[in-house]
Structures are given as structure tokens and as C-alpha cells.
């Protein structure tokens, strides 16, 4: 009984930023009002499928590559060319730490994103999850249902 008045400081730990698992649709939402819809030619169920694919909708996804780089964030994003970690050398064309990609702050991760669709010559292809999964398919379930 006395530990109950833990309760709300530990929940508030829990939600102060450190990351989360996004629903779909709030996801869509929340990449509509993040400009992403339509963003280089690309409709919002594109993004939302990538970031499905790449990180199944967790903003504290980390893919460590065989080169030694890694991907991080809602759409794993490369840290050889997009972000700073410490442990290897970068490029950083999003000056960024690839830390900043792994909290529920996601509007760093799409402003990272759109560097790298107009960066890369192959727009939303620079994304391998998207080549295999989203590219030319019916996207309509990625946003069907949502309120957007």
C-alpha cells in the first residue's frame, strides 16, 4: 500500500519521451501533420508501409548492419551517411546524433527522412523495406480507417 504513490511517477517515466510503439493510424496522423503526405511524390500510405517494414512502427528500432553501421529510429535511418553515433565515422548529412531517432519525437526522424528522399537518386528506393514491400502495391490498408 505504500508504494501505490509510485504508481504515477513510474507511468510518467514511461512516457516522457524515451520511445514508443506507434498504432498505424496514429502514425499516419501524426506523419500528415509532419508534411510527409505527398512529400517528394510520395502518398502518406508509402511512408506509413516503409516505417511498418523498416521498423514495424517502433521509434527505438536499432538494425546493426555488417559493415558495422546501423539503422535507427521509425525508419531506420543509416548512421554511415545520415546521423552521428559514436562509435563509427559518418557522413551526417541530417546533422544529427542517431540518437535523436530513437525517441517518440518523430518529427527529427522525418526531417531526416526528407534529406534522404531528396538526397538519394532513388527517392523513397533508398529504403530496401519499401523496394520489397510498398513499391507498386496497394497501399490503401496502410491509412484505410484512419481519421486523416
Known amino acids: 500500500m505504500k508504494a501505490l504513490w ?5 507511468a510518467g517515466l514511461l ?11 496514429e502514425l499516419a496522423q501524426r506523419l500528415q501533420q509532419l508534411g ?10 508509402n511512408w506509413v508501409c516503409t516505417a511498418c517494414h523498416e521498423s514495424s512502427y517502433n521509434t527505438q528500432a536499432i538494425h ?6 546501423a539503422d535507427y ?6 548512421s554511415r551517411y545520415w546521423c552521428q553515433s559514436s562509435s563509427e565515422p559518418s557522413s551526417n548529412i541530417c546533422g ?3 540518437s535523436e531517432l530513437l525517441t517518440d519525437n518523430i518529427a527529427v ?5 526528407k534529406v534522404v528522399v531528396d538526397n538519394s537518386p532513388n527517392g523513397l528506393g533508398a529504403w530496401v523495406a519499401w523496394r520489397l514491400h510498398c513499391q507498386g502495391q496497394d497501399l490503401s490498408q496502410y491509412v ?5
Open 36 to 45: 510527409l503526405d505527398g512529400y517528394a511524390g510520395y502518398s502518406l500510405a
Open 15 to 25: 512516457t516522457t519521451g524515451e520511445g514508443m510503439i506507434y498504432g498505424r493510424c
Open 144 to 148: 484505410a480507417g484512419c481519421d486523416l
Open 64 to 69: 546493426y548492419d555488417s559493415d558495422g553501421s
Open 6 to 10: 509510485l504508481l504515477p511517477f513510474l
Open 109 to 113: 526522424d522525418v526531417a531526416c527522412a
Open 73 to 78: 529510429g521509425i525508419f531506420q535511418i543509416n
Open 96 to 98: 544529427i546524433q542517431c
